[in-house]
């Protein structure tokens, strides 16, 4: 089926809002389209066994046996209908419309109504019937033609998200919330399973597949159809969940449709509530999560299972941010791999989409930093591959895979790729939201993009080696480490004089400390008396200090909280003042506090001498502050400069255009 077709079929199903305009918020028209596109496609896929079906239910009617078995057996597939009503026979019937529809709803298997109890569906029977549109929509959907070798599962795919896209503009949702391009999920699915190419093709092989954000399954179902194209006798489960209802259902009745079992797609949260049974593995792993969504409502959770499981949970690495989720996905798709065997075997592979930020966010110790750590030190990044800008429909922003894996080949062990596929689009004849670039896949006349990133991932190690390499630009190898630093601090000592001034006496006044001494006043009216009233040195005014004090008949306080308050209000910063110490040791000046990054594995007393110490000699570091960070600056190394236009060309330009623009105004003048 080509894309018109398709379209066509979603224009039709659409068509059902201008008989909801008034009656209907346009927010609302996808909660009666989207569920009545789901019972037609399934009253569809079931026509030729209905009447099997039928025959079935009558035997087991009457009797104590369960015949769910046996009406799925008669079915076909793992849902059916026991009911002889069909869409057409309850148009024919507009008085008991409302009443069939729901007897007709209600007489499917459970797993079918579960599908459509998401869209609330009864409770919108009711009100259409109220309004009078009962009649009008039932109509509408007995003439849309879904059956199967009409509209195969592929096709179907996109129908629902054309639907589901516009039903997002409508309610000024994100249509990226539920489902990713169709040519962006395809190059994803060969990154993730083209190196396994040689272990599916061996007969009987069994895979499974899990996305924790399956939307409405467009992953899942290329993932399945990648490894049958490889090996048609496969064997592929797939397993997901989602928050979002209606996407739910839309992905549930696909599995339903397809042979596939739908109670795999757990609806919930991910994080908080995670519908598959805690230490459940799985050979795939891929997912598109939201960018950028904060996990406030699950922060409770999240950091209990941090707090108390640490390692032993999904969490231990650390917490991102709140208001970025995305590592968080990633850290519970890292939970589900098989374990490596002894021989090399089992093991999984993962895919995810980013933005740029789980890249660089975060300073080193920082949540973020931390979860880069863990996955670098434990080698399981294989690969970040740059995409092309405005590839989403719901962002413009530039886009990342992230390529995991736990039995990384002996090329890759230790190493990281990446591979800069951002100049690999063509521009979109119509723009779809924000997407106005996509993914070339070699049909009607445009490059394959799709296949030309694929090759070069698989060349990557090679391409990055070979200078010759045509491609060699856009591929770069890196050591695990080469991401990894030491956060160090940098002190220099504080230097101060010491000075009686307006603004150095009303600090000390303001101070709590000395405001609470009992002589405090008298000891303001001396120190305000002295002749001399400025130092060099602390032990200098210390003395003139405490001789005003005498003089003036009161005492000198004691104490360390006095003498600090004292230093810090009167001891003013001077480059050529005296430097402070404490215990014998320079005292650090924490407003010349600086920070440097340090490549992991130099000696940062090394870095000190050779960077620092040329421009401030008496500087040392902290190293009771030091800490480990990573961070991936993808851009940085595949920045390329451009040198500045000469200026005479400027020149010649910016004259160029005062003659158009004096020629310009002489025609108006004429």
């Known amino acids: 089926m080509n894309s018109s077709k398709h379209t066509e079929l979603a224009n039709h199903a659409w068509s059902v809002a201008d008989l909801l305009r008034g009656d209907y918020k346009q927010s609302d028209y996808g909660k009666v389209i989207l569920p009545f596109t789901v019972l037609r496609r399934l009253e569809c896929v079931l026509e030729p066994t209905r009447q099997k079906v039928a025959e079935t239910a009558a035997i087991y009617e009457d009797q104590e046996i369960d015949g769910d078995h046996f009406l799925r057996r008669a079915s076909g597939h793992s849902f059916y209908n026991k009911s002889a009503l069909t869409l057409k026979k309850i148009a024919a019937d507009p008085q008991n419309m409302a009443k069939n529809l729901t007897v007709y709803v209600g007489s499917f298997s459970e797993n079918a109504t579960d599908v459509l109890d998401k869209f609330e569906f009864a409770q919108q029977i009711k009100k259409l019937d109220a309004a009078g549109l009962l009649y009008k929509v039932v109509g509408k959907f007995t003439d849309l033609d879904l059956r199967p070798e009409i509209v195969p599962n592929h096709n179907m795919g996109y129908i629902f998200e054309e639907l589901i896209r516009r039903f997002a503009e409508q309610s000024n949702e994100t249509a990226g919330e539920h489902f990713t391009p169709r040519e962006v999920i395809k190059l994803m699915v060969n990154l993730l399973i083209a190196p396994d190419g040689d272990a599916l093709s061996v007969p009987g092989v069994v895979r499974t597949v899990m996305d924790p954000a399956c939307g409405t399954g467009g992953m899942l179902s290329a993932a399945e159809e990648h490894i049958r194209a490889l090996n048609p006798d496969a064997t592929v489960e797939v397993y997901g969940q989602e928050l979002n209802p209606e996407s739910w259902a839309i992905c ?158 002996a090329q890759h062990k230790g190493k990281v790729v990446l591979l800069d596929a951002r100049d690999q689009w063509v521009k979109m004849r119509k723009s779809l939201g924000d997407k106005r670039k996509e993914l070339g896949d070699g049909e009607n006349g445009k490059p394959n993009h799709i296949a030309d990133i694929t090759r070069l991932y698989g060349d990557a190690v090679a391409a990055a080696a070979d200078a010759e390499h045509p491609l060699h630009s856009k591929v770069k190898v890196f050591d695990n480490s080469a991401f990894g630093y030491q956060r160090i601090t940098v002190e220099r000592p504080l230097k101060l004089r010491f000075e009686l001034t307006e603004e150095t006496l009303g600090a000390l006044e303001a101070s709590k400390v000395f405001q609470k001494l009992p002589n405090a006043s008298v000891l303001l009216d001396a120190f305000e008396s002295t002749n001399v009233r400025s130092w060099a040195t602390k032990s200098e005014a210390w003395v003139a200090l405490k001789d005003a004090a005498v003089a003036a008949g009161t005492t000198w306080p004691t104490g360390a909280p006095f003498n600090k308050a004292l230093r810090d209000s009167v001891g ?43 421009h401030v000699p008496e500087a040392w570091i902290d190293h009771t502050k030091t800490k480990i960070g990573y961070e991936i600056p993808f851009t940085r190394h595949f920045y390329v400069y451009e040198p500045p236009r000469p200026l005479t060309d400027i020149d010649a330009e910016l004259k160029e255009l005062e003659a158009e623009i004096q020629a310009l105004l002489g025609e108006v003048t004429e």
Do not use: C
């Open 572 to 614: 003013v910063r001077d480059p050529e003042g005296e430097v402070q110490k404490i215990k014998g040791q320079s005292e650090p000046d924490s407003e010349l506090r600086d920070y440097e990054n340090v490549p992991l594995g130099e000696a940062v007393e090394e870095y000190l001498k050779r960077e620092v110490h040329p």
């Open 252 to 409: 549930r009745s696909d599995l339903m449709i397809k042979g596939q079992y739908p109670e795999n797609i757990a609806f919930g949260n991910s994080f908080s509530d995670p519908g598959q049974k805690r230490g459940e593995k799985f050979d795939y792993l891929l997912a598109n999560p939201p960018f950028g969504v904060e996990w406030k409502k699950v922060k409770e959770e999240v950091e209990y299972e941090h707090r108390n499981l640490g390692d032993a949970g999904r969490f231990g690495a650390g917490l991102p941010r709140i208001n970025d989720g995305s590592l968080l996905f990633l850290q519970h798709m890292i939970s589900m791999m098989k374990p490596v065997d002894v021989n090399g075997g089992g093991g999984s592979r993962i895919a995810i989409v980013f933005n740029g930020s789980p890249l660089f966010t975060g300073a080193a110790g920082s949540g973020e930093s931390e979860i880069r750590r863990w996955i670098l030190e434990n080698d399981w990044l294989e690969a970040i591959v740059a995409l092309p800008d405005q590839l989403f429909y719901n962002t413009g922003i530039s886009t990342y895979f992230w390529i995991l894996t736990n039995r990384k080949d």
